[in-house]
């Protein structure tokens, strides 16, 4: 059975939400705000065996946190919560419904495969280490092109650029770009809603060059502003520093649900 979460499910969550990372799990860190924000559901069998969370922005639906206890695997537990929230996604006019897979996890991809999502895009997540530069050469942007930054990345959730969002990203500088003999990179800066002192940048990395100078621009972003974590994602493959750790690859996988 499928129903809304509460608060006293999660010290039995939190049980088989321990080890599905080579480093552990996020779900103990976000599940309050989950709870806080709606759309997290369990899947029940006399105690929760599963989960799934989902989080609504404009036409779209995004899903995360598929986490089923490990002694109740191939019961298609991840299909039905799946299947359960773009039911509701579809009572609520979404037209598309996305998700993020690490490319490595083959059988959450066989699983999406077969609710009929496809590849959209692949994407690369890398650490940079906070550090003090002064030579770089950026500029506070004041228009994006859409058919490049279509979405932007906020706490993990590929969300979709519209020309409000865009407004209030110019406003605040949020927006940086450099460019050097006619090629651009642009990143788009945010605060994660769910760890402290992190900084989030969707990266769209028109050379290495220009990514350079936008790199070094972050670390000192974030000594500036007291960030001891930046998180960087880009579908470019990123050139090898010392201070630029490629942690994991994800599939970018969408489905239309009209």
């Known amino acids: 059975?499928?129903?809304?979460?509460?608060?006293?499910?999660?010290?039995?969550?939190?049980?088989?939400?321990?080890?599905?990372?080579s480093w552990g799990d996020?779900?103990?860190?976000?599940?309050?705000?989950?709870l806080n924000e709606g759309l997290l559901f369990v899947y029940e069998k006399?105690?929760?065996?599963?989960i799934c969370h989902a989080f609504f922005s404009k036409n779209q639906i995004w899903i995360e946190g598929i986490r089923v206890d490990s002694n109740f695997r191939k019961q298609k537990i991840a299909s039905e919560l799946v299947s359960h929230v773009e039911s509701i996604g579809q009572?609520?006019?979404?037209?598309?419904?996305?998700?993020l897979i690490d490319i490595e996890n083959s059988i959450s991809l066989s699983m999406a495969k077969s609710l009929k999502y496809h590849i959209l895009e692949t994407w690369h997540f890398y650490s940079l280490e906070p550090k003090k530069n002064s030579n770089f050469d950026i500029i506070f942007a004041k228009s994006l092109d859409d058919s490049i930054?279509?979405?932007?990345?906020?706490?993990?959730?590929?969300?979709?650029?519209d020309n409000t969002i865009m407004s209030?990203?110019?406003?605040?500088?949020?927006?940086?770009?450099?460019?050097?003999?006619?090629?651009?990179?642009?990143?788009?800066?945010?605060?994660?809603?769910?760890?402290?002192?992190?900084?989030?940048?969707?990266?769209?990395?028109?050379?290495?060059?220009?990514?350079?100078?936008?790199?070094?621009?972050?670390?000192?972003?974030?000594?500036?502003?007291n960030?001891?974590?930046?998180?960087?994602?880009?579908?470019?493959?990123?050139f090898d520093l010392e201070f630029l750790d490629h942690k994991l690859s994800f599939h970018l996988l969408r489905k239309n649900l009209d």
Request: with cysteine.
């Open 26 to 34: 996020y779900v103990e860190h976000v599940w309050d705000y989950w």
């Open 168 to 225: 209030e990203l110019i406003k605040q500088n949020k927006i940086i770009q450099s460019k050097i003999n006619g090629e651009i990179s642009t990143a788009i800066l945010s605060y994660s809603e769910h760890f402290d002192n992190t900084l989030i940048v969707t990266l769209f990395s028109g050379s290495e060059k220009t990514s350079l100078q936008i790199i070094l621009f972050l670390q000192n972003f974030a000594i500036e502003n």
């Open 149 to 161: 930054c279509s979405h932007y990345v906020k706490s993990w959730r590929w969300l979709p650029i």
């Open 91 to 99: 009572k609520n006019n979404a037209l598309f419904s996305f998700m």
């Open 1 to 21: 059975m499928i129903r809304n979460a509460n608060s006293s499910d999660k010290s039995q969550v939190l049980k088989f939400c321990q080890n599905t990372f």
């Open 46 to 50: 006399q105690l929760p065996v599963g």
């Open 227 to 238: 960030c001891n974590r930046i998180q960087i994602l880009t579908k470019e493959k990123l």
